[in-house]
């Protein structure tokens, strides 16, 4: 019983965090700068890494709290794009790859996704779109071990990868592997004002061709 009523009070915290932060019609969820982004990673002649990251990451969420369901969209500008060569960043925002001129905005887009999965972990479904190609992902997120009771919002971590070819970056496949690591860690400003951010692991999956 005594767990039943700490599950019920979970619940009702991780509810009560997200509605403080939105409106009947959704809204911005202002996020820590200094912490949220978005990681990426690729393999060089199969020995090595390459990393970097966006900085510029924005999140929209709408929450039916009727049905307990919410519809997530995030957004990430690719001229926030660092990597430790200048020169890398060029080529990253380029024609080749992200042709940042053009298509300058990667964006997640998710609806109906139960609030429980937050909490408990689970199966997270969206659409990824990058370059004017939108693909499905799939992403498992593990349980989210924050303390609702400490924080208003917790941060939340989701990590995994995405293949280069799938939307149609294919230069210098002889060079750079096909698959890129990715990481996306999200940090309310909320959640990182009053305590040290802290975020579960996950891993995010292509769907099965």
């Known amino acids: ?103 300058p905005e990667i964006r997640f887009t998710a609806s109906a996704v139960p609030l429980a999965v937050l909490r408990d972990g689970g199966e997270l479904a969206g659409q990824l779109s990058l370059r004017g190609v939108t693909r499905e992902v799939r992403f498992r997120i593990a349980p989210d071990p924050c303390d609702y009771a400490a924080l208003s919002y917790c941060p939340f971590e989701l990590a995994g990868a995405i293949q280069r070819h799938d939307y149609g970056m294919n230069a210098r496949r002889g060079i750079l592997g096909d698959e890129v690591s990715v990481a996306i860690r999200i940090v309310p400003a909320e959640a990182s004002a009053g305590a040290a951010p802290r975020a579960a692991t996950a891993t995010v999956q292509p769907p099965e061709h």
């Not at 039943?4 to 996020?31: D, K, P, T």
């Not at 912490?35 to 199969?46: A, M």
């Not at 039916?64 to 060569?85: H, K, P, W």
Request: contains cysteine.
């Open 1 to 103: 019983m005594c767990a039943e009523r700490q599950a019920v009070r979970w619940s009702v915290a991780l509810i009560l965090a997200l509605l403080c932060c939105l409106n009947a019609h959704g809204r911005e969820l202002l996020l820590d700068p200094e912490y949220s982004r978005v990681r990426f990673s690729i393999p060089v002649l199969w020995l090595f890494h390459r990393e970097g990251d966006f900085s510029d990451l924005a999140l929209h969420v709408d929450v039916d709290d009727a049905t307990g369901l919410a519809d997530i969209e995030a957004r990430v500008q690719v001229a926030s794009a660092r990597m430790d060569n200048p020169a890398d960043v060029a080529t990253l925002k380029s024609r080749d790859y992200f042709d940042a001129l053009t298509h």
